[in-house]
């Protein structure tokens, strides 16, 4: 019995030791290979932004590094143009009634219309009566890009290791920028929300018998009616588009955009107008690379990559709250406007729903100005380059 524990006690000594010889083996062996026998951590800057990123080798002419970007935000400057549907909101009539608001709701009152039974419409009125239009509103641009990085370099020279030619992929959110009004456009969005809810106002009070009201001698109804509604236009549709949305009932409802109809956006109920630009979320990348020592023990690295990241298509470029409107559909005589009509059962009018999620690159065309050079710039923009410097430290 004493004999065979000794055996035991032998066996397991023997086979640890041969265990430790053979980690120590497999550690040479992927130490002479050089597979994953170091460590290089880097931090970085370039037009993908700021980042951090580790390498680390498999074989002789493989790397793989992994690593996040971020893109830091700033702002770049523009104006989107802002008209009613028959031309500048600069124009006179329009200055006039929407300058001097607190007037034309003392005429209303004086008329019979209580806009106490209108609260959303008083409230826009009050607040912003008095507020000197433009026909421009400024808009902030953003970037929003943040990622990470997958990448394999391929060093092809046995004896210069410098060079290196790199594949793989950037995974992110699809969202890589936004627009938004600045914060002292606030008032006049909302002066335009409010222009809006007085025309829609002017249409349905006509037509549900309340009367005609004069301003300095002229028609409130005709001349809102002429103006119609007012927004930021955005060319025409260059397809049919379709969109379903549920109303307050639950019930769904079909929104169709002819093509070739007008485009225009209006401010959204808070008094903001925004857009944002979306992009495929995995994104394919080809480079090339230049790596360099930056000591004498080799430590401290200096590496140099360009390439182009894939975007899988143009960006798009989304706004929600646009109208649909067809003007060959306006009758002023028939009682049908760009954005109020008769109901199916000819008893009432309904005004109608914008429709959410446009795509100006695809959805539109002919967007003229400053918002139409953008698109035009980002229908073309199907690859981002980069140029990034990144310097490196080797752990072990």
Known sequence: ??????????????????????????????????????????????????????????????????????????????????????????????????????????????????????SREKSLIDKFSG???????????????????????????????????????????????????KDLEMPLLQAINAYNELYVMSCTWEMLGGGDVYYRGRSLHDTFSKMGVAGFPLGTFARDVTRVVTDENGAEHTLVAAKGTKAIMVPSADGTARAEMEVSKVRPYIGFGYNTHLSRNKRWQLNVDAGVMFLCGAPKVYVDNVYSIDESLIDTGNEVYDIVRPNEEGTDYVVDTPLSHIDLVRDLQGITGKVGDLVDVASKFKVYPNATVTFSYRLY
């Not at 092809?156 to 959110?173: A, E, R």
Request: include cysteine.
């Open 1 to 118: 019995m004493k004999a065979f524990g000794a055996f035991a006690i032998a066996l397991s000594l023997t086979a640890a030791m041969s265990a430790q010889e053979g980690s120590q083996s497999f550690t040479s062996v992927l130490a002479r290979k050089n597979i994953l026998n170091h460590m290089d951590v880097g931090v970085n800057v370039g037009t993908m932004g700021v980042g951090v990123d580790v390498a680390v080798p498999v074989g002789d002419y493989v790397r793989v590094r992994a690593g996040y970007h971020y893109m830091p935000r700033f702002t770049i400057n523009s104006d989107f143009p802002v008209e009613t549907r028959s031309g500048s909101l600069s124009q006179s009539d329009l200055k006039r009634y929407m300058g001097k608001m607190s007037e034309v709701t003392t005429i209303l009152e004086q008329n019979g219309i209580n806009l106490d039974n209108y």
């Open 131 to 181: 507020v000197e239009l433009k026909d421009k509103v400024s808009m902030g641009m953003r970037p929003s890009m943040h990622q990470f990085k997958l990448l394999v370099d391929v060093l092809p020279f046995k004896n210069n290791k410098h060079w290196s030619l790199t594949t793989g992929i950037f995974v992110g959110p699809a969202q890589v920028g936004d627009a938004c009004n």
